[in-house]
């Protein structure tokens, strides 16, 4: 199967990954719902909401805050950086991650849609101001902050930019995505249940159009009865195998 996955992404002319939460496991970062199953006596899922952040920013931020400092110590694993390097070779051309942990970004993806946002951003409640912490270099500082984090702009409210329950995807991201997909030739897809709509449509779009379908998952998804090759193991053993064949036929 790797083999025949690796003659497919060889001969691409258009090949696009779609990642989900398990191709981020392997660096330590839990699935979002994994997070302990519990946090303080709350599930992580009633504190990303809209609601929950009306109700008590202070609560919800102590919690994204944790989770931006947890991501932060994690770093990216063979998976990621086989990615990159397919990007590097000319074979990838986008990643599309459902994602909001930075390591596509760290391992050195550059044509990257994140679908559900970014836990280093952070974005204003009432104004257009957007700071990507990490790239500001206020990382450090602004976990240590005991005060709610206020806008420099206006003074309201700052809010993690990422997409919480309820709240559409970004207009953009999702059309970028859709975009590549009917674009591609080829989608590799790593780690993610396949359930999650609009996101899960990025590989439904691929093989609707006439494109081959790889999905890399431990078990098996929502993707899985689409799949062309179906690679049954962990992304960075996967990717890695992947990535010596495919260098073996196009070397």
């Known amino acids: 199967m790797i083999e025949e996955a690796a003659k497919l992404l060889a001969r691409s002319r258009f090949a696009i990954a779609f990642t989900g939460a398990g191709i981020s496991a392997e660096s330590g970062v839990p699935t979002f719902r994994g997070f302990n199953g519990l946090w303080k006596k709350h599930r992580p899922e009633e504190l990303a909401t809209p609601e929950a952040f009306r109700r008590d920013p202070r609560l919800v931020w102590e919690f994204?805050?944790?989770?931006?400092?947890?991501?932060?110590?994690?770093?990216?694993?063979?998976?990621?950086?086989?990615?990159?390097?397919?990007?590097?070779?000319?074979?990838?051309?986008?990643?599309?991650?459902?994602?909001?942990?930075?390591?596509?970004?760290?391992?050195?993806t550059r044509n990257l849609v994140e679908l559900h946002g970014n836990i280093f951003r952070v974005r204003c409640t009432s104004c257009g101001y957007g700071e990507y912490l990490k790239e500001s270099g206020r990382l450090e500082e602004f976990l240590r902050e005991k005060d709610l984090p206020k806008c420099p702009d206006c003074g309201s409210l700052l809010r993690p930019d990422v997409v919480w329950f309820g709240e559409p995807l970004p207009r953009s991201a999702l059309d970028e995505a859709f975009r590549l997909a009917e674009r591609a030739d080829l989608v590799l897809v790593i780690g993610t249940s396949g359930v999650v709509y609009p996101a899960a449509y990025v590989p439904q779009i691929v093989k609707e159009t006439g494109g081959k379908v790889i999905e890399i998952n431990p078990e098996e998804s929502g993707i899985t009865p689409i799949a062309d090759v179906f690679l049954r193991c962990p992304a960075g053993e996967a990717m890695g195998k992947l990535m010596t064949r495919v260098k073996g036929l196009i070397g």
Do not use: C, F, S
């Open 64 to 108: 994204y805050k944790w989770r931006m400092d947890l991501i932060w110590k994690a770093r990216p694993n063979r998976a990621h950086y086989a990615l990159a390097e397919l990007e590097e070779m000319g074979i990838l051309k986008a990643v599309i991650t459902q994602n909001v942990d930075d390591l596509h970004r760290e391992a050195g």
